[in-house]
């Protein structure tokens, strides 16, 4: 199987890179995960006259060829982020029929609930299968160390198990696909 992990936040500051890399190690223990990281790949805004199409055609390629999706966004004012939102808009078949797994993470105690519910909603929307466990980072900013390691043993256990939940949800849609492909 093939992971792809989407990191949508872009602020300077951002903290939720630390828990796209560690997330990104803990996959890659178990199954093949890449990282896309929406700070490092210019996406222009959806709709407007294009320059290039190469970032586009990048990322597409890489979707088309993942198994399973996660979103990493950071809430802000009570949603995921924009570059989330915009890069979802290039692509509508590479997501379609996929699991895709919700990673929120906040600044307050509540780690992007709201967030996570409307990714979950964005999901169904994409023709894409939400997988039913999420993960949520409260107070992202206390949350790992500059090692990108969690400081406390509740993130690791967290992790650990939103790990289980979605390889579990995904390696069931994984071999229905390979079966199908086997009938056909």
């Known amino acids: 199987m093939k992971i792809v992990i989407i990191l949508s936040a872009i602020r300077e500051e951002r903290k939720s890179q630390s828990l796209a890399i560690f997330l990104l190690n803990k996959m890659n223990e178990r199954v093949s995960t890449e990282l896309i990281d929406l700070q490092e790949i210019?996406?222009?805004a959806f709709g407007t006259k294009l320059e290039s199409h190469q970032n586009i055609e990048q990322i597409r390629h890489i979707l088309i060829k993942s198994d399973g999706i996660i979103f990493i966004s950071p809430e802000y004012h009570q949603t995921y982020t924009s570059t989330l939102k915009n890069m979802v808009e290039y692509y509508w078949a590479e997501f379609s029929k996929k699991p895709i797994g919700v990673v929120t993470t906040s600044a307050g105690k509540l780690g992007g609930v709201q967030a996570s519910i409307h990714l979950q909603s964005l999901v169904l929307g994409l023709g894409a299968y939400p997988v039913p466990t999420r993960l949520l980072i409260p107070e992202i900013q206390n949350a790992f160390n500059e090692k990108n390691e969690p400081v406390n043993s509740d993130i690791e256990?967290?992790?650990?198990?939103?790990?289980?939940?979605?390889?579990?949800?995904?390696?069931?849609?994984y071999q229905d696909k390979r079966n199908k492909r086997v009938i056909s």
Request: no cysteine; hydrophobic share 50%.
């Open 42 to 44: 210019n996406l222009p």
């Open 157 to 173: 256990k967290n992790t650990e198990y939103f790990i289980d939940e979605f390889l579990d949800f995904a390696a069931v849609l």
